[in-house]
């Protein structure tokens, strides 16, 4: 590692719970969740659908939807005590030192005021700018994020944008204060692969340029590749492996996420593709053990008895994993 | 494979504007699109973000009205009927559009069979349940409310919703860009199976050009609202002939990191192409490397010949592989 590791985190999280209560029972959606963000990092997180991605930043930006009880050991934020913070501290932090672009980008923008609007709001109201000036900031924020013609469509509802210009519209709300910390969620599923590597390039910039810090959560095996350092797999509300990018590439430890990586298509190849097999978990009675155990090809005794916790003394490389696939932790 | 198309589309067009819907600009999203699909086949339709896809989609669903153009359902101009509307379904880009966030799953789901009185009372149920089950969501969910889901487990409720009414068209919009590789891979050979045994005809929107690889028959690329390049599948993902293809082929990202990173850096810079104002000629000759003069006045038209591997066809002066220059 170079010289960001021993810095302080910009984030650092530790022990997050959430569960939110329902009628059929208490849903655990995230348990014991831990990581930790340096200044310029890109993290990863990935994990199955469901596995509580999005709710994590969620309770990190104190923005959870619902029903929901949050509990942590520890969440700081560029020296600031989130668990002390109060609701104006928070709101504050918002936007300056920390932003989220939504997985939802429809549901985010508000559909009844224009682009321009929405956009120069934030520079009024941050920056206390002048109406002008922030149309005009507005204008080359859309030009950063590659929209077409910005000038003539600042004036445009979030309704007349296309999927993928809604979200490239997300992404530069998101970056408009250049926060320290960015967190985003499926920041492309809606854009082509060449407009893709254009946003993946502008986010590189910014973490060259302001040390922005990405916790990034996607799907995309190969945008993982492509952007990020260390990679944190989810699976049922936890972690389930961590570890650089380099390394679970090319050994998985945890057979979930050897399994997830086997699913993925390849352009090259056109056989029929692998699901994993089995439902995925149950997250009001989960399965007793380790949650991934009724649809683990790796299965021993422990399996079904004692869930494993998420262990490993290679310095950032862990996996709650019985008997796994390449062992990390070989001390004692 | 059948000889007549089951849905087809003939020069469509369809004009917005960009700055207000009356006093805007205006532009075309969509420009003289033509494709057919047969029953039990599916077509891919990609291209750049804003290229009009969506605009596409929502026409042949009529959900928007074409400028020009006609859009056939079994050879016979299409009408917007009950009978047709539960033939042709829509998975939607946007999950939280056309979910109803007042309504719980089941009553979501089972949609068009209210709609179309297709089940009542314990089979509506059972049939709700059984459709969960197939996109990977617990049937208990039925119970719950769409703010209650993630992000991929609303897509998948999209798309046991579009299944329903077991359609013989089937429209999705970028159904499983949400999804992990695992359930995408689930949902992939679910349709993959209920197209063999229905006979379902799928058109796929997606930016994935591996789930593209993996779901169809053939691709349509589709550039500034032009379709530029068509074919089977493997012959426009392996030897694409457009050089748009070319470009888009070479931008997909391999999950491999060594790979991969070498892409870092490597994005097109500049303008992005502009619908309002597009270029005169060739759409893409701004951003093409083998642009020569005759680019720069004359708009290339589609020129498609027959092969082996069945119609093929591009959109370009100089495509990639001489064969179609040949043949053209
Ligand atoms: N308000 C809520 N009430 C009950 N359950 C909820 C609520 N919000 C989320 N959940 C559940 O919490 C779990 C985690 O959801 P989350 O949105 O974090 O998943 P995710 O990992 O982001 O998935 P995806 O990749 O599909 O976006 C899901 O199983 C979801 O059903
Ligand atoms: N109702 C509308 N009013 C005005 N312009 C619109 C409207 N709907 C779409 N457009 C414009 O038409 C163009 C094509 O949009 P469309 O949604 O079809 O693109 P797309 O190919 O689906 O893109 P993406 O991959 O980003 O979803 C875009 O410039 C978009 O802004
Ligand atoms: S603990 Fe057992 S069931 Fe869980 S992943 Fe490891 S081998 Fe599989
Ligand atoms: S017609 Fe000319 S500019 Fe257009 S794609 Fe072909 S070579 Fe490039
Ligand atoms: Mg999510
Ligand atoms: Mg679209």
Redesign the interface.
């Known amino acids: 590692m170079t010289k960001q590791a021993d810095e302080r985190p910009v984030l650092s999280v530790s022990g997050l719970d959430v569960s939110f209560r329902t009628m059929r029972g208490e849903v655990k959606a995230v348990s014991d969740v831990s990581f930790d963000l340096k200044r310029g990092e890109v993290l990863a997180l990935v994990g199955e659908s469901g596995s509580g991605k999005s709710v994590s930043t969620r309770a990190v930006m104190g923005i959870v939807r619902g029903n929901a009880t949050i509990n942590a050991r520890r969440m700081e934020l560029a020296g600031h005590d989130l668990l002390t913070a109060d609701e104006e501290q928070k709101r504050k932090l918002r936007g300056r030192v920390i932003s989220l672009v939504f997985q939802d980008a429809l549901s985010a923008l508000n559909p009844v005021l224009s682009i321009g609007d929405q956009l120069g709001e934030l520079y009024r109201t941050h920056l206390n700018v002048s109406k002008k000036e922030a149309r005009e900031r507005s204008i080359e924020l859309l030009r950063s994020v590659h929209l077409a013609s910005a000038d003539k469509r600042i004036d445009d509802y979030p309704h007349q944008f296309s999927g993928g210009m809604r979200q490239r519209i997300l992404i530069a709300s998101a970056i408009a204060l250049k926060p320290e910390v960015l967190i985003a969620d499926e920041p492309t599923t809606a854009l082509d692969v060449t407009v893709q590597a254009q946003i993946l390039d502008l986010l590189d910039e910014l973490r060259d340029e302001l040390g922005m810090a990405i916790l990034l959560i996607t799907h995309d095996l190969g945008v993982v590749a492509r952007m990020a350092e260390r990679v944190a797999v989810m699976y049922a509300g936890r972690l389930v492996e961590t570890g650089s990018v380099d390394d679970i590439f090319r050994a998985p430890s945890h057979p979930y996420t050897a399994a997830l990586m086997a699913s993925a298509p390849r352009i090259e190849t056109v056989e029929k593709l692998e699901p994993i097999k089995g439902s995925p978990p149950n997250l009001i009675a989960p399965p007793p053990g380790c949650a991934f155990n009724p649809r683990c090809t790796h299965l021993g005794d422990l399996c079904t008895k004692v869930r494993p916790e998420l262990i490993g003394d290679l310095p950032g490389r862990s996996r709650a994993c019985h008997y796994p696939l390449v062992e990390t932790a070989h001390v004692g | 494979m059948s000889a007549e198309p089951i849905l087809e589309a003939r020069g469509l067009s369809k004009t917005?504007r960009?700055?207000?819907a009356v006093f805007?600009?205006p532009f075309q999203a969509v420009k003289d699109v033509s494709l057919a699909v047969m029953p039990g086949e599916t077509l891919a339709v990609?291209?750049?973000?804003?290229c009009g896809?969506?605009?596409l989609a929502r026409m042949l669903v009529g959900l928007e009205t074409p400028d020009e153009g006609e859009i056939l359902f079994r050879g016979a101009p299409i009408k917007r009927d009950r009978a047709l509307r539960r033939q042709v379904q829509m998975v939607f880009?946007?999950p939280?559009?056309s979910l109803n966030p007042r309504r719980t799953v089941l009553d979501i789901v089972a949609e068009p069979l209210d709609v179309h009185g297709l089940a009542k009372g314990a089979p509506r149920t059972a049939r709700v349940e059984e459709l969960l089950?197939a996109v990977?969501?617990?049937p208990?969910a039925s119970?719950?409310f769409p703010?209650?889901?993630?992000?991929?487990?609303r897509q998948?409720i999209g798309i046991a919703r579009a299944l329903a009414a077991e359609p013989s068209v089937l429209v999705c919009?970028?159904p499983v860009?949400?999804?992990?590789?695992?359930?995408?891979?689930?949902v992939?050979?679910l349709l993959i199976d209920l197209q063999k045994r229905l006979g379902i005809a799928i058109i796929f929107i997606a930016?994935?050009?591996?789930?593209v690889?993996?779901i169809s028959h053939r691709v349509m690329v589709m550039y500034l609202g032009r379709a530029v390049e068509e074919g089977g599948a493997?012959r426009v993902?392996v030897t694409p002939n457009h050089p748009y293809t070319v470009?888009?082929?070479g931008?997909?990202?391999?999950?491999?990191?060594a790979?991969?990173?070498l892409?870092?850096?490597?994005?097109?810079?500049g303008?992005?192409?502009?619908?309002?104002?597009p270029p005169p000629g060739c759409r893409f000759n701004p951003r093409c490397p083998r642009v020569t003069d005759e680019c720069r006045t004359n708009e290339p038209q589609m020129k498609r010949h027959t092969d082996a591997a069945g119609v093929s066809g591009v959109a370009c002066y100089h495509p990639v592989h001489e064969a179609v220059e040949l043949n053209a």
């Open positions: 917005f960009a700055g207000g805007g600009k990609v291209g750049e973000s804003g896809k969506s605009t880009q946007d939280y559009l089950t990977g969501l617990d208990a119970s719950r703010h209650e889901f993630s992000g991929g487990q998948r919009d970028e860009s949400a999804l992990d590789v695992s359930v995408q891979a689930q992939v050979n930016h994935d050009l591996a789930v690889r993996a493997d993902l470009a888009l082929r931008s997909a990202l391999e999950p491999d990191p790979r991969a990173r892409a870092r850096g490597k994005a097109t810079r303008e992005p192409p502009n619908p309002v104002n």
